[in-house]
């Protein structure tokens, strides 16, 4: 009797058992919340392949029973205003490049004198980042309305864009100062110490190492200067200056409104982030690896 008890497996301990209880509840909230956030993104894109008939049809079905491209084909092809999609994926396409590549280079560069160097007013300075980010950015539309009337930039791009790189800037400073001061001086005087100038030491040692908080900001600038409506609709007003989310209100009408074209424009509108994102994420991964330091 004694041999058969030792060979029985031992009860499990209360510990490891609220262990297990407690991984498989934070697993199932996180599971949860997935499935919360994604499902407006599947049934966006469900819809954008439904015919109408299965779209104002009073049972609703998760997937579409006989899938159909005449939405996107109305959107791509035209049929809605005198202007083609593609162009209208222009205009964004340019804002948002050159809205992540200038707000990334200012923003670095500041965030690397805010880190770096002490000067006057310096904590004044990061201050007013934060709280020039609690102005809501509908008070900012007649000042900035003026401002672009009296520089002679409305109705046109570059007005738009120094418009979403003045939003974007804040944040990424304030973002890149954290990685940029996490980054030990040691390294840096260590290079320069092996001969390398400012040049080659911003390239080779601080770059990569905060290459990942650059991608973090970068894909807040896309984001914000490819889904932007309020300013692009208030200050521009040539139809072939519009950008993609002013297109979708071609969709709306007062007799009703087309919500398969505007499902499929929003799919249409929704892969280029997805894109960015996908691409930027190796980056950062790799921007992580090339900032390790051999012993």
């Not at 280079?105 to 500041?110: D, T």
């Not at 007062?254 to 894109?275: D, K």
Request: proline share 6%; glycine share 6%.
């Amino acid at each position: 009797m004694s041999r058969e008890s030792e060979r029985r497996p031992a009860a499990p301990r209360p510990r490891s058992m609220r262990r297990v209880a407690r991984k498989v509840l934070l697993n199932g909230t996180g599971l949860l919340v997935f499935v919360i956030a994604v499902f407006p993104v599947f049934w966006m894109a469900s819809t954008a392949f439904k015919p109408n008939t299965e779209i104002f049809s009073t049972t609703p079905r998760p997937l579409p029973s006989h899938p159909t491209l005449e939405h996107f084909d109305l959107v791509l092809n035209g049929g809605i205003a005198e202007v083609s999609f593609w162009e209208y994926f222009r205009n964004s396409a340019i804002l948002a490049l050159v809205t992540v590549l200038a707000s990334g280079l200012l923003s670095l560069m500041a965030a690397i004198a805010v880190a770096r160097f002490r000067f006057r007013f310096r904590t004044t300075f990061l201050i007013m980042l934060l709280v020039v980010q609690m102005v809501p950015c509908e008070a900012l539309v007649i000042p900035l309305f003026l401002d672009l009337k009296q520089l002679d930039l409305l109705n046109s791009l570059a007005g738009l864009v120094i418009v979403y790189i003045g939003f974007a800037v804040p944040f990424a400073i304030w973002m890149l100062r954290g990685f940029v001061a996490a980054v030990p001086r040691e390294l840096e005087e260590a290079a320069a110490i092996d001969g390398a100038g400012p040049v080659r030491t911003f390239f080779r040692v601080l770059l990569p190492l905060v290459a990942p908080g650059l991608v973090a900001t970068s894909i807040f600038s896309f984001i914000t200067a490819w889904n932007e409506f309020i300013f692009a609709f208030t200050f521009l007003d040539d139809q072939t200056k519009y950008t993609l989310p002013i297109m979708l209100q071609f969709f709306f009408g007062r007799s009703g409104n087309a919500w398969g074209p505007i499902m499929a424009a929003s799919t249409l509108l929704t892969i280029p982030v997805i894109a960015f994102f996908l691409v930027v994420q190796r980056r950062m991964v790799s921007g992580l690896t090339a900032g390790a330091v051999k012993g």
